[in-house]
């Protein structure tokens, strides 16, 4: 017996207590693996799981009744065409504007033309009339032009309205002094400049022809380089025009 060999005692080691022990281990392998599978499936049926849960659609009851559509016999009903568009109101057409602004005073500048003109006073001309060409100016010593007639007379010797009118300004100029405008209507003014300080007439004053406007004084520093004289000049519609085409 004791020379027995080794297989002989594994196969009865086998067929005695080894069979419980191999029996338990393929029972035990089972169930681990059993585990295992089972615990996998569970995860692939969760992953593959819609998020939102249910998408089921319900599908409406088809066997609601809806009305019928007509359809149109070919045979019998006319075209159905679409009604024409109707034209866009046109806005009516506007009345006339009226031309409000005045028209030229023809009848007032012939009246003011036809007026008599005296001298403002009587004396010779020390420097003419000279918007188009230059002349030389006494005082300042260049040459320039002259918008109006500077005539001789001493200080303090009356100054007279050339026509009839109304007096529009009466003011002093920094440079030609003490200064009266006379407005002798369609567009014609006389402005008197270099006059002494005290006139004898005030704004809205009416004038005769030979009306007494002030005296001739020395206020007008742009010529004082020229002797004793009062300057007169004459405007028709703002633009300047000689004197001289009124004093003839």
């Known amino acids: 017996m004791k020379n027995r060999s080794f297989l002989s005692k594994l196969g009865d080691f086998a067929m005695g207590k080894g069979f419980y022990i191999v029996l338990f281990l393929c029972v035990a392998t089972i169930g681990i693996s059993g585990y295992y599978l089972l615990k996998t499936?569970?995860?692939?049926?969760?992953?593959?799981?819609p998020v939102g849960g249910d998408a089921s659609v319900t599908i409406p009851d088809q066997s609601v009744s809806r009305p019928a559509i007509p359809t149109p016999d070919i045979k019998t009903d006319p075209p159905v065409t679409p009604p024409a568009a109707k034209p866009a109101p046109q806005p009516d057409d506007p009345e006339p504007v009226k031309d409000t602004a005045p028209e030229p005073d023809t009848q007032s500048s012939k009246q003011t033309l036809s007026k008599v003109f005296t001298w403002p006073v009587q004396g010779t001309i020390l420097r003419d009339y000279s918007v188009e060409t230059l002349s030389l100016d006494p005082t300042l010593g260049d040459w320039r032009t002259h918008g109006g007639l500077d005539i001789a007379a001493a200080q303090?010797?009356?100054?007279?309205?050339?026509?009839?009118?109304?007096?529009?300004?009466?003011?002093?100029?920094?440079?030609?002094?003490?200064?009266?405008?006379?407005?002798?209507?369609g567009g014609l003014q006389s402005w008197y400049c270099n006059l002494a300080e005290e006139v004898l007439v005030e704004v809205g004053d009416s004038v005769d022809i030979g009306s007494e406007l002030g005296a001739v004084g020395a206020s007008a520093l742009a010529e004082v380089g020229v002797d004793s004289h009062v300057h007169l000049e004459t405007t028709l519609n703002g633009q300047p025009v000689d004197p001289r085409d009124y004093l003839k």
């Open 41 to 49: 499936v569970v995860n692939d049926t969760r992953a593959t799981a």
């Open 156 to 185: 303090g010797v009356k100054v007279l309205s050339i026509s009839a009118g109304t007096v529009e300004q009466v003011y002093t100029d920094g440079l030609m002094g003490t200064t009266v405008v006379v407005d002798h209507g």
